[in-house]
């Protein structure tokens, strides 16, 4: 199993252009999220799914959406990128564990807003 | 609101000095704790998940441990291999997660 995947690895986006973040997972995965990770900060929800055709918001989704019509793909859409967008973004996927959830993470896309 | 602190934010050891990392938190109807690892420039990788006070898990040097307000994640004499980003995280009825800002760790030689 390859896990959770993201493309593509970095970016360079001029202000106002749009952009889309992939995300892959061959686990089988109900629930995948997107995150946002600022330096030394830790991790914020922007949207994640239960499954496919469902999606909800997170802590910090403006300015970004989501469809899933997959149960393996879950891509990020940026619209009219903003400075305040730079940050690395994980994509992460999950099963129910008992009480709770164990999430398994990509390796992240680093953005950069110019 | 929910909420996860973690400390302190920076930890710096030497090779075989044990210590420990604490995690406390608020969080309405508490599903599970979470502990991860992130190396740098890469994705948190999952080290435990503790559901109920008491609960303790290991694996090779670290211990995590679960009361009704904190986590501790326990280093025993730890290698430079273990200097990494420690994130703890909790979920509460909506299964998202609530993340720390972390503790990294330097263990010098």
């Known amino acids: 199993n390859a896990g959770v995947t993201q493309t593509p690895k970095f970016r360079i986006l001029k202000i106002g252009q749009s952009m889309t973040l992939q995300c892959t997972q061959d686990m089988n995965h109900n629930y995948m999220y997107w995150y946002r990770q600022d330096p030394g900060m830790g991790l914020k929800l922007i949207y994640y799914?239960?499954?496919?055709?469902?999606?909800d918001k997170g802590e910090v989704p403006n300015g970004y959406n989501v469809s899933r019509s997959t149960t393996e793909d879950f891509p990020l859409r940026l619209e009219l990128a903003a400075p305040s967008q730079t940050s690395v973004y994980f994509c992460a996927s999950s099963y129910l564990d008992g009480g709770g959830e164990t999430q398994y993470f990509g390796p992240g896309t680093r953005l950069l807003v110019l | 609101e929910d909420q996860v602190t973690q400390s302190p934010e920076a930890l710096r050891l030497q090779e075989g000095e044990s210590s420990s990392l604490n995690c406390s938190y608020t969080?309405?109807?508490?599903?599970?704790l979470f502990w991860y690892r992130q190396d740098p420039g890469k994705g948190p990788e999952f080290l435990f998940t503790?559901?109920?006070a008491g609960e303790e898990k290991e694996k090779e040097r670290l211990k995590a441990t679960l009361t009704k307000k904190e986590s501790f994640l326990h280093i025993t004499a730890p290698k430079p291999e273990d200097s990494a980003t420690y994130l703890c995280?909790?979920?509460?009825?909506?299964?998202?997660?609530?993340f720390g800002s972390g503790t990294r760790l330097l263990v010098r030689p």
């Open positions: 995280a909790v979920t509460d009825s909506s299964y998202k997660l609530i």
């Open positions: 969080v309405s109807g508490l599903r599970g």
């Open positions: 799914s239960v499954g496919a055709g469902i999606t």
């Open positions: 503790l559901y109920s």
